[in-house]
């Protein structure tokens, strides 16, 4: 029978509702939601560890890449098929994508957690956790980076994102959909992995900040991050990668201190492109000196180059790892 690590790290799948504050908080031990997994014995060998009890606000990039060295230590075990992950559902999708990037392995690696916490009707942690592990030991799982295994639906790290903040299925991929389901505890998939990009890293950049782009914006906001010392910006631009003229001005002189500038969109769906020629379009933005961050979300797009410069300060191998097969 397969081994499978199951990683522990809080959320609300280890959440009970506490009686005097009457909200939930962290409780449950690793061992304490295993025991609501009822007949997974059948299906796999499961190895717990208890890793952290966070909820998913109190995520840091320290953790994850704690994180993700944790892990990679487990997936060289030649006795461990595969790993899964529990997780707080606030910030799961920026740790998925952290560890996408920076594990490589064969061996699946899924996370999991609940949008329901123990005390309430319905409790889905149980259900999500057992469906992960069944993907764990599916040999369609391998090689395709880091999934994220929610209401019986796989999703890829990098696609995924969190669009509801109650729904059972508030996991979804905007842009593709899902790779696959669990049905009857097996892992289908009907859609082939993209290549998967990695960016083999034990270091990362924290001055590394977002702004979302909003009508009428000026420069204040940028003008505050370069006098911080930041080392890079990623801005969730209008549209196709477009931004008020206002903000023109700080992004070139965010550039001429050498802070790398990030553009996605804040749209929920598509990707940016230098398609506009207007003062503040993106063709304007291109020229200055801007990378585009192709489909990613902003938060994503954080992730990705707080990595990046983690292992480079070259703006061009930085642009070739946000553009790599998108501009050349």
Known sequence: ?????????????????????????PNLTGEDIMSKVTGIEKYAEIEAHNFSNNPGPHMTPEIMMEMSIYI???????????????????????????????????????????????????YDGPANLSAAICTAISEEAKDRGVL????????????VTKTHSMHLDAFKSPNFGPVGIVDNNIALFYKDTIIKQNILTETYEEKVALIKCCVGMNSDI?????????????IEALGRGNVPPDMVEGVAKAIKNNIVV????????????????YHGGGRELRDI??????????????????????????????KGIFEQGYYK
Request: aromatic share 6%.
């Open 1 to 25: 029978m397969k081994k499978v690590a199951v990683v522990f790290n809080g959320g609300t799948i280890s959440m009970v509702v506490d009686p005097t504050l009457k909200a939930a908080v």
């Open 72 to 122: 990679r230590k487990l997936l060289e075990r030649e006795d461990i098929c595969g790993v899964v992950v529990t997780h707080g559902t606030d910030t799961l999708e920026e740790t998925a994508y952290f560890l996408d990037l920076t594990i490589k392995s064969k061996k699946p690696v899924i996370i999991t957690g609940a949008m329901r916490n123990s005390s309430e009707l319905g």
């Open 148 to 159: 994220v295994c929610l209401n019986d639906e796989l999703n890829l790290a990098e696609e």
């Open 222 to 234: 940028l003008e505050f991050y370069i006098d911080k010392g930041y080392k890079g910006i990623v």
């Open 262 to 277: 990030v553009i996605v969109s804040r749209c929920f769906q598509g990707r940016v492109l230098d398609s506009y020629g």
């Open 289 to 318: 000196g801007v990378i585009f961050g192709d489909n990613l979300p902003g938060q994503k797009a954080r992730i990705k180059l707080m990595l990046a410069l983690g292992v480079t300060k070259d703006i061009q191998e930085i």
